[in-house]
Nanobody, 126 residues
């Protein structure tokens, strides 16, 4: 059974930092791109950051470039999202995702995602 389990969400003040973690199991980690989406109330789910667990190449949405970075620990089947200089508009439920290479990470589009985590809430206060 495939599982993606997020942790690390919470309440933080604007300008602060959070690190999200995602534990992956049930699939061959190295065969997939891994990353993060987010969804704010009333908005569509959007790709935030992703990384190829094969070669480490990352992709970040324009809205988070220079502030968010995805990383992975292949030995532990873990994915991380380091979020710095958080803004109130970053408030959302953040979802860990695994999608097929080579389509998911370059596009960060939901149709290429094979599995989702249940999400972790991030709230940024002003």
């Amino acid at each position: 059974e495939v599982q993606l389990v997020e942790s690390g969400g919470g309440l933080v003040q604007a300008g602060g930092s959070l690190r999200l973690s995602c534990a992956a199991s049930g699939f061959t980690f190295d065969d997939y791109d891994i990353g993060w989406f987010r969804q704010a109330p009333g908005k569509e789910r959007e790709g935030v950051s992703c990384i190829s667990s094969y070669d480490g190449i990352t992709n970040n949405a324009d809205s988070v470039k220079g502030r968010f970075t995805a990383s992975s620990d292949n030995a532990k089947n873990m994915i991380y999202l380091q979020m710095n200089n958080l803004k109130p508009e970053d408030s959302a439920v953040y979802y860990c995702a695994a999608g097929r290479r080579p389509f998911y990470c370059p596009t960060m589009e939901t149709p290429w995602v094979d599995w989702w985590g249940k999400g972790t809430l991030v709230t940024v206060s002003s």
